[in-house]
């Protein structure tokens, strides 16, 4: 028993119970089998209600560091102090984005007959109305125009009311792509006095390519055909570096669907992954592969999930109506948020041709311990 402090009136509240901290009563009793309800319990039904609500969980915990993490970026100043905070709750979701891969291995062991046995008691409903994954989705990022829609309408015409309501709200919420874009906006640096991080990286670019054009041109080793095929290379290099260049035809990217992150930010991200080295860096660095470790997660889930749905049902339609396997291997296609994040390799240059720091920016991204 907990008694009171002396003086006040004792408190005979009873201990704390296992079984009742984790509402075991409510959690264990969970698991209505429907081929029980119709009157024959299919065996392996259990299972699969049981790998599907371990999933909701940890649905819940990935939406409970999401919320955190966004809270902290929605600040007007990103405390460094908090930065720690986030990388940790970031590694966090991508430890358990490995136990969600893990899982699909032991709903496999569910047999396509054995599911057979109860899959027609589960029509129209489907995973397509996991309203948690719809939520870690938006607040990722995911935008509605990047969904695929089902039988010609919306991912949200499935829900009941309350799960529209909870899930349509969330597209209005800003996701964790809206924060870090206007975090990597600010990111200090990339002017200082008269330097120019973008005007040197141009530069640098510039200067490396027609470098290595020269070498090619001059090569006499090299056959014309060889030649050809190598200075079309360059050209194509050229042509997506002015595109990235360039502020309008960034814009052009953006509206064509190839780029979602702003100029600004893109720079930013650019000039990060460049200077890593550098101190105060590295936990900007460490977030932005943390960002894309967890769009790999959910697509390696989605690809895993589709994997299974062709083992278990093969080409058949699913039970919410989609055409199934082909629907998901398509919608795990379109689903990744920090893709530009990627695609910053593509404009990467040797360390050796970076362009140098003034002194003053060098000094200023240095920790000091003074005493
Ligand atoms: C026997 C096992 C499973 C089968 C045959 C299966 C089948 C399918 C199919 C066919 C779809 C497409 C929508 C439809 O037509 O129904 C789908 C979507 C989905 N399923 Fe499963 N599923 C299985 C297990 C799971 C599990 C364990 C989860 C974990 C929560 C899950 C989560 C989802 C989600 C989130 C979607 C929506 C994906 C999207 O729209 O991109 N499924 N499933």
């Known amino acids: 028993m907990r008694i009171g402090t002396p003086g006040s009136v004792a408190l005979m509240e009873p201990d704390l119970y296992y079984g009742s901290y984790l509402r075991l009563d409510k959690l264990l009793e969970a698991q209505e089998l429907e081929s029980t309800k119709a009157g024959e319990t299919v065996h392996d039904e259990m299972l699969f209600i049981v790998v599907h609500q371990a ?18 970026f929605g600040q007007t100043i990103v405390d460094d102090a908090d930065m720690g905070t986030v990388i940790s709750l970031l590694r966090r979701i991508t430890e358990i984005q490995k136990l969600l891969v893990q899982q699909v291995s032991v709903l496999e ?9 109860f899959r027609d008691y589960l029509f129209p409903a489907s995973g397509f109305q996991s309203a948690q994954f719809r939520l870690v989705e938006n607040k990722l990022g995911l935008r509605p125009e990047d969904r695929m829609k089902l039988g010609g309408a919306p991912y949200t015409s499935r829900f009941n009311p309350d799960d529209m309501g909870s899930v349509a709200a969330s597209e209005q919420e800003p996701s964790m792509f809206d924060l870090v874009e206007r975090w990597l906006e600010r990111t200090p640096f990339l002017d200082h006095k008269d330097f120019s991080f973008w005007e040197a990286f141009q530069k640098a670019v510039k200067e490396r390519l027609e470098a290595d054009r020269d070498v090619v041109e001059s090569n006499p080793r090299l056959t014309a055909e060889e030649k050809t095929a190598q200075l079309k290379d360059f050209d194509t290099t050229m042509e997506q570096y002015e595109a990235l260049f360039d502020p309008d035809k960034h814009a052009e990217q953006q509206a064509a669907g190839k780029r979602r992150l702003s100029h600004r930010a893109f720079q930013a991200a650019l000039f990060i992954t460049l200077y890593r080295d550098q101190p105060a860096l590295q936990g900007a660095f460490r977030l932005l592969e943390l960002l894309m470790d967890i769009d790999e997660g959910f697509t390696t889930w989605r690809y895993r999930h589709a994997q299974m749905v062709l083992r278990m049902i093969g080409r058949r339609i699913g039970t919410g109506g989609s055409a199934g396997a082909k629907y998901l291997e398509k919608s795990a296609e379109r689903s990744r948020i920090f893709g530009d994040l990627y695609n910053l390799s593509t404009f990467l240059i040797p360390r050796a041709d970076r362009p140098p720091l003034p002194a003053g920016i060098v000094e200023s991204m240095r920790f000091k311990y003074e005493g």
């Open 55 to 72: 999933y909701e969980l940890w649905f819940k915990q990935i939406l409970w560091e999401m919320d955190e993490v966004r809270r902290i």
């Open 109 to 117: 062991t569910m047999t396509p007959l054995d599911f057979l046995d």
